[in-house]
């Protein structure tokens, strides 16, 4: 069984930062490739970044694009989700995701674990 949890979430002002990270357990880190996704409410849950198993390929929503960074610690069995430059849009629960797959997916139906989610609140 693997389980994901997610922690750093809170409440920042616009323009601030804030790290989140996901511990894995279970399995190892390094046999998944792992997302970050996001739902703010009334929304559908949206592709944020994921990162390939190996660390070696990151893919971004544009809309994050230049102010998040993705990164991964296997050894560490941990996912981070570096945010800065936050804005009020980003606000919403951030989710981890891993799947059994080399490459990175963006679609939420590909991942097959999820964690509970940490929420990020962005005030203008």
């Known amino acids: 069984q693997v389980q994901l949890v997610e922690s750093g979430g809170g409440l920042v002002q616009a323009g601030g930062s804030l790290r989140l990270s996901c511990a894995v357990s279970?399995?190892?880190?390094?046999?998944?490739?792992m997302g970050w996704f996001r739902q703010a409410p009334g929304r559908q849950r949206e592709f944020v970044a994921g990162i390939s198993w190996s660390g070696g390929g990151t893919h971004y929503a544009d809309s994050v694009k230049g102010r998040f960074t993705i990164s991964r610690d296997n050894a560490k069995n941990t996912v981070y989700l570096q945010m800065n430059s936050l804005k009020p849009e980003d606000t919403a629960v951030y989710y981890c995701?891993?799947?059994?797959?080399?490459?990175?997916?963006?679609?939420?139906?590909?991942?097959?674990?999820w964690g509970q989610g940490t929420q990020v609140t962005v005030s203008s």
């Open positions: 279970g399995r190892t880190l390094s046999a998944y490739a």
């Open positions: 995701a891993a799947e059994t797959s080399a490459v990175v997916a963006r679609r939420a139906n590909e991942y097959d674990y």
